[in-house]
């Protein structure tokens, strides 16, 4: 665990008095002194320097020669692979908006914080810095080419991970999330992020999900055989489905691995709107007339919209995790799942909700109507063979540390 001397802080507000007070609080939380600037120029000549990379920036927004959100555009084009405490007067609305698009430049940021600070707030945010781990930063800066992801799906080299999902009213284990990663020869493994948009953009994208389809689902005839029946979901996207002969290799693959079609489900991102709806169209239809479940993934975000919910006939609905986590302390937040929930069950629609990151989150989902939760809370994703002793686990925790207070339950 890196001590908390060791972290490299740096501050940057225009007002040297902000700058003052923040050095004065991190000295009274432990931390070392942290580099102060008072204008975004500067503090990238600083950072420029081989020998100067901080671990963590506490960023002013409002600053008159250098905004903050132009200062993130400058962090995005260094690579910049530390994290970010945002800082500012403004609106919590607008402090949202900034974290959100500093989280699309795949930048991580602990959480904001509005003027006048407290000692508490700082500290609380503090306490979320964890040091990258070596394949992090590796997967932040590294560019893998159509030929290097077209030879992984050919040499076996992708492997499944899989993310549990729980019945919220219960805690027990409904199903699992398959997520692909890539067993690299050389880089270890590698995120999805860093090469299915490569894949997309190639026309790898469906040789790919058809290797972690079949994977998939002979995985979950081993755990169906041991007595464990769990929905598998798997994620597609419009490139898969544009094929029309992709609902028969489903239901054929289905078919082989001896798996019941209404324990597999197709989580559908629309990462890009369909230039011609009628493949598309016709593949999820013909998927829904063989039993298999349909989830509309990432909901309300992107093109997952309403104009899908009325054209396809999805059985399931994903809220994304951006309208889950800290919904319980966040009005516009809980505004967005509340309204996601309410359409999802008038739409007699099973509810999953993403992003239950910590404790309040999943007290916030027990006073809810929503059916299924998953998170790092509950659990990150894992290699199969680790799955049954997480569950034991997951048990032991259910029954000492996650039971509901009576008036949290839900009546069924």
């Not at 008072?38 to 409002?62: F, H, K, Q, T, V």
């Not at 050919?154 to 805690?171: D, S």
Request: glycine letters at 6%.
């Amino acid at each position: 665990m890196t001590e908390k001397f060791a972290i490299r802080i740096l501050a940057l507000d225009d007002e040297r008095l902000m700058l003052k007070l923040l050095s004065h609080m991190l000295a009274i939380l432990g931390f070392a002194p942290a580099v102060t600037f008072d204008n975004g120029r500067a503090a990238l000549e600083w950072i420029d320097s081989p020998d100067n990379y901080p671990d963590l920036i506490l960023l002013d927004l409002n600053m008159p020669e250098m905004d903050g959100v132009e200062f993130v555009r400058h962090l995005v084009e260094r690579h910049y692979g530390g994290s970010l405490i945002l800082i500012s007067g403004e609106s919590e609305r607008m402090l949202q908006t900034v974290t959100k698009l500093v989280r699309a430049h795949k930048i991580q940021v602990l959480g904001h914080l509005r003027k006048p600070i407290t000692l508490e707030g700082l500290n609380s945010l503090l306490e979320k810095w964890t040091p990258p781990s070596q394949s992090e930063l590796l997967a932040a800066k590294k560019i893998y080419s159509a030929d290097e992801v077209r030879a992984a799906i050919v040499n076996g080299e992708l492997i499944n991970y899989y993310q549990p999902k729980v019945e919220v009213a219960t805690g027990r284990v409904v199903g699992v999330e398959t997520l692909v990663c890539w067993s690299h020869p050389d880089d270890g493994i590698v995120f999805p992020s860093q090469f299915i948009g490569v894949a997309e953009a190639h026309g790898l994208i469906d040789d790919l999900t058809r290797v972690v389809l079949t994977g998939a689902l002979a995985q979950a005839r081993v755990w169906q055989d041991a007595g464990l029946t769990l929905r598998i979901a798997v994620n597609v996207s419009m490139g898969n489905l544009g094929s029309l002969n992709f609902a028969d290799f489903v239901a054929g693959e289905i078919a082989t691995a001896g798996i019941p079609p209404q324990q597999v489900v197709l989580e559908v991102t629309e990462s890009q709107l369909m230039e011609d709806p009628r493949a598309p169209l016709e593949v999820l239809t013909r998927l829904r007339m063989k039993r298999i479940r349909l989830s509309i993934d990432d909901f309300g975000t992107g093109h997952s919209s309403l104009a899908q919910l009325r054209d396809i006939p999805f059985n399931e609905l994903k809220i994304d995790q951006s309208f889950v986590h800290g919904a319980w302390d966040n009005g516009t937040v809980r505004a967005m799942f509340d309204a996601s929930l309410g359409l999802a069950k008038q739409l007699d629609m099973e509810v999953v909700a993403e992003g239950v990151e910590d404790r309040d989150d999943w007290d916030f989902l027990r006073k809810t109507e929503c059916d299924i939760a998953q998170g790092y809370f509950i659990a990150k994703p894992m290699r199969a063979a680790s799955l049954p002793d997480w569950i034991n686990s997951w048990q032991m925790r259910l029954q000492k540390e996650l039971a509901a207070a009576p008036q949290a339950m839900r009546i069924r």
